[in-house]
T-cell receptor
């Protein structure tokens, strides 16, 4: 039974570029949440997807967008990358929007 | 917006000593969850508390949810080196789960 899988594990991009991160939820889970974690900080909520719709959004600009597919997998897109976007991006899945989260190993994004 | 703070930020203890981290939310929570993140790892779910005043135990770990559902605590009895990591509380309100600032625990043998 695979857990939450994220790809890629590491990514280096240049300021101004665009990036797409991918997430496959744990088997049986239908909800995906995305978090940004800067070094030494707690995870910051970006948004949550359920039934292919964005249900809740944190305090992130419109440069951050996402999508959920019919198979419950999800993508996080970030446009016009800034140096401050360098962080660990965590995907978490759950069985419904209110259930405990199961996290993937994350994608480490470095913007130079 | 909703904020969740934790104290202390860091705690260094000798193996065998007890450890407590406190979590405070600026708003009333529908539930509180606790996660542990080992260095270099991802957060791992420990427990969820839903009821006012609820207390739950997991072996040496005791979790408590405040009567007003705005604060919580995690107490570890007789710490072990395997307890090393950062402990996050996460407050549930509507559909968002907001993580606290975390308490980093270091245990010296």
């Amino acid at each position: 039974d695979a857990g939450v899988t994220q790809s890629p594990t590491h990514l280096i991009k240049t300021r101004g570029q665009q990036v797409t991160l991918r997430c496959s939820p744990k088997s049986g889970h239908d909800t995906v949440s995305w978090y940004q974690q800067a070094l030494g900080q707690g995870p910051q909520f970006i948004f949550q997807y359920y039934e292919e719709e964005e249900r809740q959004r944190g305090n992130f600009p419109d440069r951050f967008s996402g999508h959920q597919f019919p198979n419950y997998s999800s993508e996080l897109n970030v446009n016009a990358l800034l140096l401050g976007d360098s962080a660990l991006y965590l995907c978490a899945s759950s069985r419904g929007p209110y259930a405990p989260l199961h996290f993937g190993n994350g994608t480490r994004l470095t913007v130079t | 917006g909703q904020q969740v703070m934790q104290i202390p930020q860091y705690q260094h203890v000798q193996e065998g000593e007890d450890f407590t981290t406190y979590c405070n939310s600026s708003t009333t929570l529908s539930n509180i969850q606790w996660y542990k993140q080992r260095p270099g790892g991802h957060p791992v779910f420990l427990i969820q508390l839903v009821k006012s005043g609820e207390v739950k135990k997991q072996k040496r770990l005791t979790f408590q949810f405040g009567e007003a559902k705005k604060n919580s605590s995690l107490h570890i009895t007789a710490t072990q080196t395997t307890d090393v990591g950062t402990y996050f509380c996460a407050g549930g309100n509507t559909d968002k789960l907001i993580f606290g600032t975390g308490t980093r625990l270091q245990v010296f043998p």
